[in-house]
Structures are given as C-alpha cells and as structure tokens.
C-alpha cells in the first residue's frame, strides 16, 4: 500500500504506481556513469525492450561484462575433499615423492581429480585430500545405526566436499546434500568370452596338466623295457625266432619297443615290430586301451575348451544367470548395483545377492573372472576400465535401473550452491564430457584383434604358432639324438679291434659317409630279420 502511494521525481523523471504495484511509466533511459556524469546509450520498455546505440553498457568497474548473480564464496578458503582410491576416479601417486602425502592434489590423479584442479583454479581456493578411514563411499550400516565411508564424514563435518562420484540416491540424499549431476552409470555384467581364454600358443596341451604329460611319458618308456624284457625270456619266441634278435643289442630292442609304445598314441601300429611273446602282446593290447582311453579324454577336453564360449553366450541376462548352475558370479559388497539388485521390483533378483559372492578385492575378481567361469556384476565405467587390457571380455546389459553419480556436501552449506553450479557449467561447456572421454572410454579393438579359437574365422597362424613350435622342437631334439647316436657308435668302432681307427676318425668316416657300406650291410641284416617276422607271423595266422 505504501508503495501504491509512494510518487517522486526520480534521475529518469516522475515515478509512480498503479494500484498493483506497477509503475506508471513505461519507458527507461538506460544511462552510463563516466566521468563524473550520465550518458543516455539507451532505452527500455515493457512492449519493445532494450534499444540501444553504439555505445556498450558500462558496468561497475568500467566493465562490459555483466556481473555473475553468483558470489564467490570460496575466494582464498581451504577446503577438505573427501577422496577414495579407486581408478580412473582418483588413484594414488605410488612415486617414492609421494609416500605418506597423499593429503596433496599432485600426488593423485584420475577423472575427479581434473575437476577437482579446474574447479580450485576457476574458484580461487586451495584443497588438501582426505580419505575416509574405511576406505568407503558410504553405505547405511544397521549395525553400527549410521552410514559409513564418506556420507559419514559428510555427516561429522569431517570434510567439505566429497570428490567421489557417489551414486545420487533417496536414502544418502536424506542426510548429505547432491550437487549437479555429472555422467550416469549403467550395472552391466562381463565375463571371459573363455574360448579365447587360451591365448596361450601351447593350448593343445591344456586339457591335460603337465604331471599327467610327465606320467605318459614314464610309462611309456616302462612300456618299451617290460615288452623287452617279456619278449626276450619268452619260450615261444626262443623256439619260433632263436635267431632273429641275436644281432640285435638290448638298448636297440628297448629302444625299439619304445617307439611301438609311443606310436600307440598317435593312431600307429608301430609297423612290423610286433612282439612274439603272448605275454607281451597281452601287455601290448592293454597299452593300447589305455592310450586309446587317454586320446578320448584328451579330444573331448580340448573340444570343450575350444566350444566353451558358446555356453557363456547362453548367458544373456540376469534371468539366464540365475537359471544356470555352471557361471558364478559375483557383486561388490555395499556398492549402488548391490542395491539396485535388492530393491529391484523383480523379487528373484535377490537371489543374486543370496546365491552370489559378495566381492570387495578388485585384484581377486581380476583373477576370478580370467580363471574361472565367472560373472562380475558391476558398473559399466568401473568395469571398462577394470578389464581394460583384456581381450577376451563379454560383457550384457542387465536391466537394473540407469542412476547418476556425483560429488556431495554436507546439508545447507554455503559452498554447496556455487560447487553445483560450477559442475552445471562444465557439463554444459562439454567439459564433463571430454574428461570421460580420456578416463573412461577404454577401445581395445586395436590391441585385441579377433583372432581367438572360438571365432567362426580359420585358425590363424597365430593360434597355431604353438603346434609349430612343438614341430621345430621335436626337429632340435632329433637332430640331438642323432648325434648322441652318431658319438655312441663312434665310440664303439674306436674299441673294436676289427676296426682299425680312433674316436674322431669314426666321427670324420661318418658324417663323410665313408662307411656307408657297413650300414648298409647292417641294414640288410634287419631287413632280413623282418622279413622273417613276417613270415612267421603269417604262419601263425594261418595255423
């Protein structure tokens, strides 16, 4: 009423109201203050608005700038931050410079931390870090009756901000306040896509552990002497060959029996070394059902592993999760996905919480999920980046809830106003954005070629690499046992008398093929031998 009343001469000329309050008049000068004096640059009305000249407004200060409606506060103030270490949020410094100073900004780095620097420098204040002393962002703890982690030590004005990105929910909002929303997080779960897990160039010999490789390769040569050792006392072969192995020394036959042994494995008879010896053959048959037993495990393991993908492919959703009883799974104890999960309006949900782990230690769930059929359940972000260097990640969406995430303060500060609208302005200058960019996108199609045993492609060179080794291999061992063979010969003709020559002139006649003749009179001498084998093998099948 007063106002209604109220009629005076103003700079601009006569004021006065109308019974609403409203003035009179409808037209504004708009003036500079320079020099002492006003200069009209201007006018403004209800119906046109502001008409200007040339001349720009001039604010207090001489400045053309129109002063901010937000008052810095922060100007020359120290704050405390709350901080968790959790890559790519805010990770420590692990430099010998930095042990023990983690209160300093310098001796951290990650996504929150360039907002954090470009938030003190725009603001002109100073921060020191702090860390809650449990390590964690914050959750509701029946048993203690309080929240934990940094709500707690928002609650106890431990700390000013907490630079954590804290998933904005109804129950935190009750006692801490948010400030503007800063990207939004999606619970998604990842699992090995595990038939590319055997990356390893010696995948073949996976399906089998090295002890059992080791033990094969014992009994085979504990095959080769029993079959030597049965075949030579046997009274049927002594009656039916008396001669034929005469010529032939023990080590020889040994070694020959060997090869009949470790042919088995590869689907051969071991040509016409056959043993006479009922006994031995006995023991001969029996060798080759269990090598035939071994390579029906051995190829169904290696299939398997080969075609597991396609029963972790099975796994699409949450739903197929739970109705499956080979994949465990896991999610991280207290998190904001724990509680989507526990107040999800799909009551079966739970059960993921019942039937799962409950994980806290990222460097056991690292190995969990590369070793094990697992699945991690977690947010996407955080999950990226923690399996950024794999190659082999599966990852599906679950249908849990989108939720924001953010720094908060303690309720009714004064900072809290002016911190929010700082994180508004970077979001909307794509500054947010461009920060996410750089922590939070992780592309590994570069590094991780598609060139893994379950893919629909031929295998590539690559992953056949270990099969060629084993061949190059098996050729640097051969040529190894010829030259042991060649010195044991050398040796030999050096002690017979018959033979007039010395160690080194043996070696010098072999490799210069001088005593072709010998071998070749040797190798009649078994050719003979085999041939009549054969025949008495023949004559025992027809009898």
């Known amino acids: 009423e007063a106002t209604i009343k109220s009629k005076f001469e103003g700079v601009s000329g006569n004021i006065s109201f109308t019974s609403r309050g409203l003035t009179k ?106 860390e809650p002393p449990d390590g964690q962002y914050g959750r509701y703890n029946p048993q203690l009756g309080r929240f934990t982690g940094l709500i707690y030590e928002l609650q106890q004005r431990n700390i000013d901000v907490a630079s954590a990105l804290l998933s904005i929910n109804t129950e935190r909002s009750k006692v801490v306040d948010f400030l503007s929303h800063i990207t939004d997080v999606q619970p998604v779960s990842m699992f090995v896509n595990r038939n590319e897990a055997y990356n390893d160039k010696f995948f073949f010999l996976a399906p089998l552990s090295p002890y059992v490789w080791m033990t094969i390769l014992g009994f085979m040569m504990i095959m080769g002497i029993v079959i030597t050792f049965l075949n030579a006392f046997s009274p049927i072969r002594m009656s039916m060959q008396p001669n034929a192995e005469e010529s032939r020394s023990v080590l020889r036959r040994i070694s020959t029996n060997i090869f009949l042994a470790a042919s088995g494995f590869v689907g051969r008879e071991g040509g016409d070394q056959v043993p006479v010896s009922p006994a031995a053959r006995f023991v001969l048959v029996c060798w080759w059902f269990f090598t035939t037993t071994v390579i029906s495990m051995y190829t169904a393991n290696l299939t398997a592993s080969i075609t597991l993908e396609q029963s972790s492919s099975n796994i699409n959703s949450l739903k197929d999760l739970l109705k499956q009883q080979t994949v465990s799974w896991g999610v991280y104890e207290g998190s904001a996905t724990a509680t989507a999960i526990s107040t999800h309006k799909n009551k079966e949900y739970v059960n993921l919480l019942k039937r799962g782990n409950m994980l806290s230690n990222n460097s056991e769930v690292v190995r969990r999920v590369r070793d094990e059929p697992f699945v991690v359940i977690d947010e996407d972000i955080f999950l990226n980046y923690l399996f950024r260097d794999f190659c082999n990640m599966s990852m599906f969406f679950n249908d849990l809830p989108t939720y924001g995430i953010s720094y908060a303060v303690p309720k009714n500060v004064p900072h809290g106003k002016i911190l929010s609208l700082t994180l508004l302005r970077y979001t909307e200058l794509g500054y947010i954005e461009s920060l996410r960019n750089k922590w939070m996108e992780f592309n590994s199609e570069d590094k991780c070629p598609n060139e893994g045993l379950g893919s629909s492609k031929s295998f590539t060179v690559k992953v056949m690499s270990g099969l060629f080794t084993l061949l190059f291999a098996a050729a640097g061992v051969s040529m190894l046992l010829l030259l042991c063979e060649v010195i044991t010969y050398s040796y030999i003709k050096s002690k017979d008398k018959s033979h007039d020559v010395t160690f080194l002139g043996a070696v010098r006649d ?30 025992n099948s027809r009898i």
Request: charged share 25%; glycine share 6%.
């Open 25 to 130: 008049r409808k037209i504004y000068e708009i003036r500079n203050f320079d020099e002492g004096q006003f200069e009209t640059i201007g006018k403004w009305s209800i119906q046109n608005g502001l008409f200007k000249n040339k001349r720009p407004v001039q604010f207090l200060g001489n400045e053309e700038t129109a002063p901010s409606s937000m008052v810095n506060t922060l100007f020359g103030k120290r704050l405390k931050l709350g901080v968790v270490d959790e890559p790519p949020y805010s990770s420590k410094n692990l430099s010998d410079e930095c042990i023990g100073k983690y209160h300093k900004p310098e001796c951290w780095y990650g996504f929150c931390i360039e907002i954090n620097n470009r938030m003190a420098e725009d603001l002109n204040f100073t921060y020191e870090l702090v």
């Open 510 to 539: 072999h490799f210069l093929c001088r005593d072709i003749g010998n071998y070749t009179q040797s190798n009649q001498t078994d050719y003979s031998e085999m041939q009549n084998m054969k025949i008495t093998n023949n004559n």
